[in-house]
């Protein structure tokens, strides 16, 4: 496809990226909206696939870098004409990574209750917690499977198969949601939370197969795992353990999040659950645009054109604020109907509102923050963001999270907090790369 930095052909990568991405997202929000309105223990029932969702974000971020691992691999050799090169790598990165899922499974299974005492349930959200991870685990290898083939599809700068793959698994979650969880009457009981399990289970089975599908049949790219292992395997191994590193920063964030909020009780955590489900909606959205720097910055580099970096750079800003801003506008809008589609319990709306504009003020600044981290996932600089995401938590969340919660501002601190921290990761990488390829981009 051609890649000139117009509006139109950047919408090409970054419409389907975006419809892809929010996938994930919209599989939690359907779970959130459909158990949140159940006919009992409605609060209980949100707050533990909140607290759920938190831990399997975590293990599904950690593994699934492979995604940017693979695409900044495929695309910089793309760039470079020399992608022969590495046509064996994915089969070899989806091997390895599923192997890692599984024994994720069998290490995590067995402990469920006491990995989610850790996040402060307790009594009914404990159990309703330890029922739900026990079915949607088992979904986990099928999900790094589909993200493996996805950073595939991406290096070769193809986002619209991932976006069919993404609109047929949402699809189905949703269907098998409200038939599972509440039923129809003669053919299946009401499973209640765990009917919400098994659909999601469903759905990335499904997306695992339609993406090995796809793979095999619009590529020549294989699936058959060969030895020895690729020379870029190194390389690759290297940027998924800066990633994991990064990762885990990442979700040291969102677990201390999820415990205070857990603490404070349970109209708290269910709040809690809605506004960050509503958050990673708004980060997918944006990060569709982050896909397209993302897919072209890996090219443009191994094609060594800074010029055309550069200014990508500065197209993507404007793209990725103007999307913020019509996120906030649309947000602001819709304010007081938004929460009333995940739950009916006033004690929850209440804590909702009083933190919902500060989700959708992020909006912007998230823009900014998640452009230039796809930019630098393409460009392979994996240590850069790993070092900034471990100061951005350990120098500015957490301190201000304590000290904000010291003043019993409760679900305030927790989003006042990864406000600055959103800003500490977008500022540095902005003067990182304007300093590295500005210079570079007058020479060509």
Same mark, same amino acid.
């Given at each position: 496809?051609?890649?000139?930095?117009?509006?139109?052909?950047? %919408?090409?990568?970054?419409?389907?990226?975006?419809?892809?991405?929010?996938?994930?997202?919209?599989?939690?929000?359907?779970?959130?909206?459909?158990?949140?309105?159940?006919?009992?223990?409605?609060?209980?029932?949100?707050?533990?696939?909140?607290?759920?969702?938190?831990?399997?974000?975590?293990?599904?971020?950690?593994?699934?870098?492979?995604?940017?691992?693979?695409?900044?691999?495929?695309?910089?050799?793309?760039?470079?004409?020399?992608?022969?090169?590495?046509?064996?790598?994915?089969?070899?990165?989806?091997?390895?990574?599923?192997?890692?899922?599984?024994?994720?499974?069998?290490?995590?299974?067995?402990?469920?209750?006491?990995?989610?005492?850790?996040?402060?349930?307790?009594?009914?959200? @404990?159990?309703?917690?330890?029922?739900?991870?026990?079915?949607?685990?088992?979904?986990?290898?099928?999900?790094?499977?589909?993200?493996?083939?996805?950073?595939?599809?991406?290096?070769?700068?193809?986002?619209?198969?991932?976006?069919?793959?993404?609109?047929?698994?949402?699809?189905?979650?949703?269907?098998?949601?409200?038939?599972?969880?509440?039923?129809?009457?003669?053919?299946?009981?009401?499973?209640?939370?765990?009917?919400?399990?098994?659909?999601?289970?469903?759905?990335?089975?499904?997306?695992?197969?339609?993406?090995?599908?796809?793979?095999?049949?619009?590529?020549?790219?294989?699936?058959?795992?060969?030895?020895?292992?690729?020379?870029?395997?190194? %390389?690759?191994?290297?940027?998924?353990?800066?990633?994991?590193?990064?990762?885990?920063?990442?979700?040291?964030?969102?677990?201390?999040?999820?415990?205070?909020?857990?603490?404070?009780?349970?109209?708290?955590?269910?709040?809690?659950?809605?506004?960050?489900?509503?958050?990673?909606?708004?980060?997918?959205?944006?990060?569709?645009?982050?896909?397209?720097?993302?897919?072209?910055?890996?090219?443009?580099?191994?094609?060594?054109?800074?010029?055309?970096?550069?200014?990508?750079?500065?197209?993507?800003?404007?793209?990725?604020?103007?999307?913020?801003?019509?996120?906030?506008?649309?947000?602001?809008?819709?304010?007081?109907?938004?929460?009333?589609?995940?739950?009916?319990?006033?004690?929850?709306?209440?804590?909702?509102?009083?933190?919902?504009?500060?989700?959708?003020?992020?909006?912007?600044?998230?823009?900014?923050?998640?452009?230039?981290?796809?930019?630098?996932?393409?460009?392979?600089?994996?240590?850069?963001?790993?070092?900034?995401?471990?100061?951005?938590?350990?120098?500015?969340?957490?301190?201000? @999270?304590?000290?904000?919660?010291?003043?019993?501002?409760?679900?305030?601190?927790?989003?006042?907090?990864?406000?600055?921290?959103?800003?500490?990761?977008?500022?540095?990488?902005?003067?990182?790369?304007?300093?590295?390829?500005?210079?570079?981009?007058?020479?060509?």
């Amino acid at each position: 496809m051609k890649t000139d930095i117009t509006l139109k052909n950047i %919408n090409k990568l970054a419409i389907p990226a975006l419809i892809a991405g929010v996938a994930e997202p919209i599989l939690s929000l359907t779970d959130t909206a459909i158990i949140g309105n159940v006919d009992y223990n409605a609060a209980e029932s949100l707050a533990a696939v909140g607290i759920v969702g938190t831990f399997i974000s975590m293990l599904i971020w950690v593994l699934g870098q492979t995604r940017s691992a693979i695409s900044s691999i495929v695309s910089q050799h793309l760039g470079a004409n020399k992608l022969n090169k590495v046509k064996n790598l994915p089969a070899q990165a989806i091997f390895i990574i599923t192997s890692l899922s599984i024994l994720i499974i069998v290490t995590t299974w067995p402990f469920a209750s006491q990995i989610f005492k850790l996040y402060n349930a307790s009594n009914l959200i @404990l159990e309703y917690s330890v029922d739900y991870y026990h079915i949607r685990v088992f979904g986990f290898p099928f999900t790094l499977f589909t993200i493996a083939i996805f950073g595939t599809f991406r290096g070769l700068q193809n986002t619209y198969y991932p976006m069919i793959i993404a609109i047929i698994g949402t699809i189905v979650n949703i269907i098998l949601d409200f038939a599972l969880v509440y039923g129809i009457e003669g053919i299946v009981n009401p499973m209640h939370i765990k009917g919400a399990a098994y659909a999601s289970v469903i759905a990335q089975v499904t997306m695992a197969l339609c993406s090995a599908y796809f793979l095999l049949k619009k590529t020549d790219i294989s699936l058959k795992v060969t030895f020895p292992f690729n020379p870029e395997i190194k %390389n690759f191994v290297f940027m998924i353990l800066n990633l994991f590193v990064r990762t885990l920063a990442l979700n040291a964030t969102l677990y201390f999040a999820t415990r205070f909020a857990t603490s404070y009780g349970t109209e708290y955590i269910a709040a809690y659950t809605i506004a960050i489900n509503l958050w990673f909606l708004g980060a997918f959205i944006i990060d569709g645009y982050a896909s397209a720097g993302n897919i072209l910055s890996g090219k443009y580099l191994g094609a060594k054109n800074y010029k055309k970096l550069v200014e990508l750079s500065q197209f993507l800003i404007k793209c990725g604020i103007g999307v913020g801003i019509i996120l906030a506008v649309l947000g602001l809008v819709s304010y007081t109907f938004i929460g009333s589609v995940f739950t009916q319990d006033q004690l929850v709306l209440n804590e909702f509102y009083k933190v919902f504009w500060i989700v959708l003020a992020m909006q912007p600044l998230c823009a900014l923050a998640f452009i230039f981290d796809g930019m630098f996932k393409g460009m392979g600089k994996m240590k850069f963001l790993r070092n900034l995401l471990l100061l951005s938590t350990g120098l500015v969340f957490i301190p201000v @999270l304590f000290w904000l919660d010291s003043f019993d501002l409760k679900l305030y601190a927790i989003f006042i907090a990864l406000t600055l921290w959103i800003i500490a990761r977008g500022i540095p990488l902005i003067i990182k790369f304007r300093q590295q390829f500005l210079s570079l981009s007058q020479k060509t």
